[in-house]
């Protein structure tokens, strides 16, 4: 685990993860994934401006923007993944409005502070590793 602090939602999240048992967990993922944002009807005409999350063994596509100095997330994943999904629900969730600096700063190892490690396989956490990875390349090169 990092010393680094979360940001507020995600740390508000993460808490909600460790309130409850390891097997409440899995639900309360299941949860999130329920909770993804549909896209933008901009976008859903447009997946192309989405980029694929490779890390991620079911399809995932996010994309950062910036607008107003705020981070601003859009994701897909199918509803046969929810594990995924919930994933990408939680980053979207937790990320949402903050400024670049704030996204960039999050602490890399937010899949671990769920306390899913023992529910969901290390490969499947690095999925939501890499989903961050590139939200924070997105976000890089949006203002540099």
């Known amino acids: 685990m990092?010393?680094?602090t979360l940001p507020p939602a995600l740390a508000e999240?993460?808490?909600e993860f460790l309130a409850v048992g390891e097997r409440d967990r899995l639900q309360l993922l299941l949860d999130f994934s329920r909770e993804l944002p549909v896209l933008p009807q901009r976008l859903a005409d447009h997946p192309e401006?989405?980029?694929?999350?490779?890390?991620c063994q079911s399809p995932v596509f996010i994309v950062a923007e910036i607008e107003d100095g705020a981070v601003h997330l859009h994701a897909t994943a199918p509803e046969e993944a929810p594990t995924t999904r919930g994933f990408a629900s939680i980053l979207v969730q937790g990320l949402e409005g903050l400024t670049p600096d704030e996204v960039l700063a999050t602490p890399n190892d937010v899949a671990h502070r769920l306390g899913l490690g023992r529910a969901v396989s290390p490969l499947r956490l690095s999925g939501m590793s890499g989903m961050l990875a590139r939200i924070k390349r997105q976000v890089a090169?949006?203002?540099a």
């Not at 401006?49 to 890390?55: K, W």
């Open 2 to 4: 990092s010393d680094e």
């Open 13 to 15: 999240i993460s808490e």
């Open 141 to 143: 090169a949006r203002v």
């Open 49 to 55: 401006l989405l980029e694929r999350v490779a890390e």
